[in-house]
């Protein structure tokens, strides 16, 4: 399974999506986030690990078992990464496969699935061809979330569930603070020291992309999963927003 447009076209390659204090949008956004992961590839897993004290693990594993589906079930991993969730839907007995348009984080990658290198956004996949979709700390990282929502109503089947799991701000007052410093100051810290001081500082801003929860959960509602809810995980540091695709509607 191939894309048409795995990379990007040539042009300036700003070294992190913020630019002057801005963030980027559009295909420069998309740019950026693609060579940004290709740089930090090798040393993303021993980041995450230390940086969130070993919990992306655990909500990894929420997300995989929020898909309630059978044993063999077909489940894309969009933005698969090093392919952690991969791994985690092969041991939960599901058939996965992993999409992403970073060939450095594909090449760095762990698992026995087949991967793609593709944009999450034009998916080479036939129509409600796939059971289940699972989505791990990526969509930040997107430039149009409805069209990504679409995108994921037209290759579900009916009946088909999506399952994403990706930072958060705590809702809490309190918490949000003691999350806002540990997020917005030690992270990039840690970050720079032993991978990118750019990537980790853009880490935290990437929140600044994310719409309100309701206005979320709406963008999912609206693609053609009537039930989605959205889920705050330990305190709000994560969010889960899992789907089941309605049947006989379009996602666009
Ligand atoms: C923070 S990493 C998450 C990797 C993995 N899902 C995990 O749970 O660790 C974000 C990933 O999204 C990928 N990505 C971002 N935008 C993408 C797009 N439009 N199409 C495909 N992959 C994308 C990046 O290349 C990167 O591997």
Request: glycine fraction near 10%; proline fraction near 7%; charge should be neutral.
């Amino acid at each position: 399974m191939t894309s048409d447009h795995p990379t990007r076209a040539p042009g300036p390659d700003p070294l992190s999506p913020v630019v002057d204090d801005r963030l980027l949008e559009g295909e420069a956004k998309a740019r950026a986030v693609q060579s940004m992961f290709d740089r930090i590839a090798p040393r993303y897993d021993m980041v995450n690990r230390i940086m969130t004290f070993g919990l992306d693990v655990r909500w990894r594993r929420r997300c995989v078992r929020e898909l309630r589906l059978s044993p063999g079930s077909t489940v894309l991993d969009l933005a698969c990464g090093t392919g952690d969730l991969c791994r985690d839907l092969t041991a939960a007995d599901l058939s996965p496969v992993g999409v992403d348009f970073s060939a450095g984080m594909l090449g760095s990658a762990r698992t026995t699935a087949p991967l793609a290198q593709a944009d999450v956004s034009v998916l080479p996949v036939p129509d409600a061809s796939i059971d289940g979709v699972v989505c791990g700390f990526a969509m930040r990282n997107f430039t149009d979330l409805s069209a990504f929502f679409d995108e994921l109503a037209r290759v579900l089947r009916p009946g088909g569930r999506m399952s994403i799991v990706d930072a958060a701000s705590p809702a809490n007052r309190v918490l949000r603070a003691g999350h806002n410093l540990y997020f917005g100051r030690i992270v990039p810290l840690i970050g720079g020291l032993l991978s990118d001081r750019s990537a980790y500082a853009y880490l935290p801003r990437s929140l600044g992309y994310m719409p309100a929860p309701d206005e979320l959960v709406g963008l999912v509602r609206r693609a053609g999963f009537s039930d989605a809810r959205r889920v705050q995980l330990t305190g709000g540091a994560a969010q889960l927003l899992t789907g089941t695709r309605d049947p006989g509607t379009s996602g666009s």
